[in-house]
């Protein structure tokens, strides 16, 4: 059986029931006790195709879960091009990874189709049979993934909490258009760290006082605090090793470095694990836009949150606490969770902490970290349209700059990867924007504008936003979450 301990130190417990319950008791997140040892087989990994890849980088992590090829191949068919479900492009001499072509064109497809499946076996392992609610907090992309991942999955039910002006028109429609009968949608007055920290406390409360479980009922989450978010993530930085390889970029074991948009460190975090892992990976660029606490804190230790968030034209790295870099730390520390503890006491009541130089100096050695401002994201889409003719979208406007930024200042001679993390069509009216250099109409109008200028095809899922019935239109304050959740899992509970 493999044990999955917390980040905070004081809980251990099997990887079906890490899944399951999301996050731990003690307000950790879960990662697998066992340090990596080597054993993982890189260029056995390497050779696969997309499905096996990801089966073999799934069994390594819950070795517990039985049936993981068919897992696999279940949750990506009919939602992803098996032929090339993460294509690698070159646009001049940048290498794009394209992350977005699932069903709702954002990166978060890849792991939140197989999420759920995770979920069910893992419950199943643990003869649990109770409903389990996925209450998620989103920045605008993992609601719509998660919505569609666990659409009539049985078993479960999804309350979604979305910043009500802090997401695109075309995220926002993508959720309050939702199908299923399991599903739900509520805006919240406030920003995405508004959402974020109203589930936490709604989960810690309802978990405390017993009310759902009562009911038979469980909380989990599909944000990427979740470790069944991550791992099928670290799957596409082996694939893309394996397309530099085939197309002469580099040679075993050289080493390719990654720009990764961030905002709540998942994404990031699994091209570490994948380092850690044996993939020869170089630096790990963290990128972000102008809310740049992770820039600040990669450059001199601190991370202090204590500002004003800023909307930005990339609305889903608009994030001041981003969770996942707890996991980073314990990694770091060497898995030291008494001084995770202590950092993430700081930072929740004092909004600031420090490392010592000596981490700083290990944190560095693997991440180099750049922002980019609003001005620069717009230039970039629409000088890299006119050099390249790609057309990006702001996420990975981000990630570009922030590779030129790289390169210009530390340049490392090796290739480097943007993860190219949406689709141009989700953030339409800003892309058309930056590439027309004058202001867009808004509407969907522009997403036909879009498709001239780029001379691409809207996906089918955003062309057909404009005639789709919205289902949800209720928006709360922060402190009404809570009550949103409840009265949700009242009814699931009624009518599963
Ligand atoms: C979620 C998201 C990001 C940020 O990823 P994290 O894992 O939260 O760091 C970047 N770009 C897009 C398009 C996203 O949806």
Request: glycine content about 10%.
């Amino acid at each position: 059986m493999k044990t999955y301990e917390s980040t905070r130190g004081s809980y251990s417990c099997s990887c079906a029931e890490a899944l399951v319950s999301g996050i731990a008791p003690d307000g950790g997140l879960f990662l697998p006790a066992e340090p990596e040892d080597g054993s993982f087989d890189v260029r056995a990994c390497l050779e696969k195709d997309w499905n096996g890849a990801a089966a073999m980088i799934l069994e390594h992590f819950f070795p517990d879960l039985e049936g993981m090829e068919e897992l696999v191949r279940s949750s990506y068919e009919g939602r992803f091009d098996p032929a090339d479900p993460v294509p690698l492009v070159k646009a001049g001499d940048r290498y794009l990874l394209e992350l977005f072509h699932g069903p709702t064109y954002a990166f978060k497809d890849v792991a939140l189709s197989v999420l759920p499946r995770l979920l069910t076996t893992a419950k199943r392992e643990l003869g649990d049979d109770s409903l389990t609610l996925i209450l998620t907090a989103t920045s605008g992309d993992t609601g719509k993934a998660a919505l569609s991942g666990f659409m009539d999955v049985p078993g479960t039910a999804i309350i979604v909490f979305y910043p009500a002006d802090g997401v695109s028109e075309v995220q926002k429609l993508q959720m309050t258009t939702q199908k299923g009968d399991n599903v739900r949608v509520v805006g919240v007055k406030g920003n995405f760290d508004d959402c974020q920290t109203g589930v936490k406390e709604a989960f810690a409360a309802l978990n405390a006082s017993g009310e759902l479980k009562k009911e038979g009922i469980g909380l989990s989450s599909a944000n990427s605090i979740n470790i069944g978010r991550l791992v099928p993530q670290i799957t596409y930085y082996f694939t893309a090793y394996a397309a530099l390889m085939r197309n002469g970029a580099l040679n075993w074991p050289e080493k390719a470095d990654f720009a990764v948009p961030t905002g709540n460190f998942g994404d990031i975090l699994a091209g570490y694990l994948a380092k850690r892992m044996g993939l020869p990976v170089g630096k790990l660029i963290c990128s972000s836009n102008r809310n740049d606490v992770l820039t600040e804190f990669f450059r001199t230790g601190t991370y202090d949150r204590r500002r004003e968030l800023r909307l930005t034209s990339s609305p889903s790295m608009d994030i001041l606490v981003s969770s996942n870099l707890e996991r980073l730390l314990y990694l770091a520390t060497g898995r030291d969770g008494g001084a995770v503890r202590d950092m993430m006491r700081r930072l929740s009541e004092d909004g600031i902490y420090t490392v010592s130089g000596e981490l700083l100096e290990r944190l560095k050695e693997d991440f180099s970290a750049y922002s980019c401002g609003e001005e620069q994201t717009m230039e970039t889409i629409r000088r890299f349209h006119e050099r390249t003719g790609y057309v990006a979208d702001p996420h990975t406007a981000v990630g570009l700059y922030c590779a030129d930024m790289y390169e210009k200042e530390e340049g490392s001679g090796r290739p480097v990867v943007v993860l190219s993390t949406a689709s141009p069509f989700k953030f339409a009216s800003s892309v058309l924007a930056a590439v027309r250099g004058e202001k867009a109409a808004g509407g969907p109008g522009d997403i036909k504008e879009l498709e001239k200028v780029s001379g691409l095809e809207a996906p089918e899922g955003i062309r057909e936003l404009e005639k789709a019935e919205i289902r949800f239109r209720t928006v709360c304050g922060p402190d009404g979450i809570r009550n949103e959740v409840t009265e949700f899992a009242k009814r699931e509970r009624r009518c599963p």
